[in-house]
Structures are given as structure tokens and as C-alpha cells.
């Protein structure tokens, strides 16, 4: 992958036309190469890659609908770049089919869904194989159907140490069914002891169209469904600094400074959501949640 030098925070830097032609590695962030390894290699090879910190991390991304294996690799090396990872990032493409419209979301649907049993299997690997001291995940949009029932399924067959090395969890946007993700999800999730933190927008277009589509609030809005409970930090990202007249307010986790910033402090300094820049929103019940400022 290639950032540019001169590469700006929240930025995904490409050609405006022609992105495949004209597209160079000085001043766009580029897929350069694509080396193909048995999964002995993989994990031989990132158990002996060099980190810039005492302890071995990596970071794992895992992506939502309408993304190619390109796209998510772009992604992922940006955000990486944007909060100064010290470890070794990774990213788990599932089948997108990296289109817009009914039939692609639904096929993308299906596509996350059979997705669950191989991440399940490759997060099994990168606890028992990986060699790291610790692992945070982020899952945006459709893609965190795929990273929650895969992570909670894992909780029964690995050692307690091994899914103790997942120390952070991260779901951006998550386009998953409000009423599910609390009634089974969340407590589930809450029972594998691991820090949960949910990004959320009352400005976020794309979770209004899966609203619409889908006949459910999403737990990726901050409407009035906003999900709030003990054991989860949630985040309304509403203010978040992206732009509404240039996207769908989506991409907030990997665009926006704000959220950049607070990813920083969230997984390099591993500070929660009362020891870092955002307001405490108190609510009648016990759990607060909190705002962007």
C-alpha cells in the first residue's frame, strides 16, 4: 500500500477520473501489490512482523456493504495511518458484491451472513496462531453482522486467555436490526468480558435507507432508538465533522478527524469513553453514553 506524503487526516486520496489510469502512488493512497500465501505463511509471517511497540498488536478491519477487496485494503491502510498504529494491521474482505442498489444490498446480505463461519475460523487462528499480546477489531456497517455472531460464537472454544487477547471491539455504524442487537447481541457480547465501544449517527443517510429497506431501526442510528446499555460505550457520532453534501455521512469512522482522533486515544492510548474528549450524556437510567464534541 502506498500514503502519500502528503496525505491528509480523514482523507482517501484518488483521482476524481480514470482512477486505475491515472492514479499514482505519490499522491494517492494505492493498492500496489497483492502477494497470494498459503494460510502457513500468513501467519508464519505476521507472527515474526516487526512492531514498533513492546507489545505485539494488530488491528483488524472488517468491512460493510458495497466494498471491493481494493477498496477495504485502501481503507484499512488509511485508517491505520490516520490514528499511528504501532502493529500489525489487518483486513478481512468478505465477498461484497461493491455495488449500489436493492439487489446488491441484498446480495450483500447473503454474503456477510455465509461470511460468519470463515471469520469465525480466521479470528480463531489469529488468537492461537497470530503470536500477539493484543487484538482490537473494527466492523463498520453490514460487516458487523459478520464480526458479532462470529466473536460470540468464539467465547466457548477458546481459552480464556486466548479471547482475552481481544481487547477492544468496535462497531461503527453497524447495520443490524436495533431490537436484535439488544435483546441478543449486546448481553451476549457484554458476556465475553471484552471492551465494546458503538459509533452511532443520527446523521448517517446509508442507516436511514437500511431503516426504510429494512422496516427496523438500526443500531447504527442515534434516533430515538438509540442503544444505550450497561457493558457497551456508546458514541452518539452525530457531530462528527464529515461532509453531508459530498456522501451519505457513512464513512465517519475512517473520515471524520473526530472519530480519527478519538480511534487514537481509543486503541494506542486504551483510554475509555470517560478519559477521553467527548460529553457525558447522563439518562434517567443508570447507563450514559456519550457525544462527539
Known amino acids: 500500500m502506498s500514503i502519500p506524503r502528503d496525505h491528509k487526516l480523514g482523507e482517501l486520496e484518488a483521482p476524481y477520473i480514470l482512477k486505475h489510469y ?7 493512497v494505492v493498492l500496489m501489490n497483492i502477494f497470494l500465501k498459503s494460510k502457513d505463511e500468513f501467519f508464519g509471517e505476521i507472527s515474526q512482523e516487526p512492531v514498533q511497540d ?16 481494493e477498496d477495504v485494503a485502501r481503507r484499512a491502510a488509511q485508517i491505520t495511518h490516520d490514528i499511528k498504529f504501532k502493529g500489525v494491521p489487518i483486513f478481512y474482505s468478505w465477498p461484497s458484491k461493491g455495488q449500489l442498489g436493492k439487489k446488491a444490498y441484498e446480495f450483500d446480505g447473503n454474503g456477510v451472513q455465509q461470511a460468519i463461519a470463515y471469520l469465525k475460523q480466521f479470528l ?13 477489531l473494527i466492523a463498520h456497517s453490514m460487516g458487523n453482522r459478520a ?35 439488544r435483546n441478543s447481541i449486546a448481553p451476549a457480547l457484554v458476556n465475553t468480558k471484552a471492551a465494546t465501544t458503538l459509533y452511532a449517527s443520527s446523521k448517517d443517510l446509508a442507516m436511514i435507507e437500511s431503516k426504510k429497506h429494512n422496516g427496523a431501526a438500526r443500531a447504527g442510528d442515534s434516533g430515538n432508538g438509540l442503544v444505550i446499555l450497561d457493558g457497551i460505550e456508546t458514541i452518539d457520532a452525530t457531530n462528527a465533522d464529515t461532509n453531508l453534501f459530498w456522501g451519505a455521512n ?20 486504551g483510554q475509555r469513553a470517560f478519559e477521553r474528549y467527548l460529553d457525558p450524556v447522563p439518562t434517567k437510567a443508570h447507563p450514559e453514553y456519550w457525544k462527539l464534541k
Open 54 to 69: 513492546s507489545k505485539r498488536k494488530a488491528l483488524i478491519f472488517i468491512h460493510g456493504f458495497n466494498n471491493s477487496f
Open 147 to 181: 464480526l458479532t455472531e462470529a466473536f460470540i460464537s468464539l467465547k466457548n472454544e477458546l481459552k480464556v486467555a486466548e479471547l482475552k487477547l481481544f481487547k477492544e471491539i468496535i462497531l461503527a455504524a453497524p447495520d443490524i436490526d436495533a431490537d436484535y442487537f
Open 22 to 28: 491515472l492514479q499514482k502512488p505519490e499522491k494517492h
Open 250 to 269: 457513512h464513512a465517519y469512522i475512517a473520515d471524520s478527524k473526530d472519530l480519527l482522533n478519538d480511534l487514537y486515544y481509543l486503541i494506542e492510548r
Open 124 to 136: 480463531r487462528d489469529i488468537a492461537t496462531k497470530g503470536g500477539f499480546d493484543s487484538i482490537a
